[in-house]
């Protein structure tokens, strides 16, 4: 307790030690405002972008959701004709690959 008895006093008479005190008091304050400044900004533009890509992803799940029924509809339409007339042909004697063998890569 003495110890600080000694520091009081020490700030009550010394002008030049009130100075410090009162200049390291206020330079805190205003970094501790601009910190405070800074969170709030970063947390407000933080909020505002999420909310940017929650909008975004509506749109996509979406545009998805259109792409899919089409193609739900389209996948009804294709038949023999339809793969005919584009061009397809049947496959008379398919090949299929293996990893049986070395000498053999493909067979019949």
Do not use: C, H, W
Not at 24 to 38: D, E, G, N
């Amino acid at each position: 307790m003495n110890k600080a008895k000694t520091i009081t006093q020490t700030l009550s008479n010394d002008t030049n030690a009130q100075r410090t005190v009162f200049k390291f008091l206020v330079s805190s304050l205003v970094l501790l405002s601009l910190v405070y400044i800074y969170f709030i900004g970063s947390i407000t533009f933080n909020v505002l972008a999420r909310k940017s890509l929650e909008n975004n992803m509506r749109e996509v799940g979406s545009s998805v959701n259109n792409l899919e029924l089409t193609y739900l509809s389209l996948s009804n339409s294709v038949d023999k004709n339809f793969a005919l007339s584009s061009g397809f042909v049947d496959a008379s004697a398919p090949i299929f690959a293996t990893r049986a063998g070395v000498s053999r890569v493909a067979f019949r």
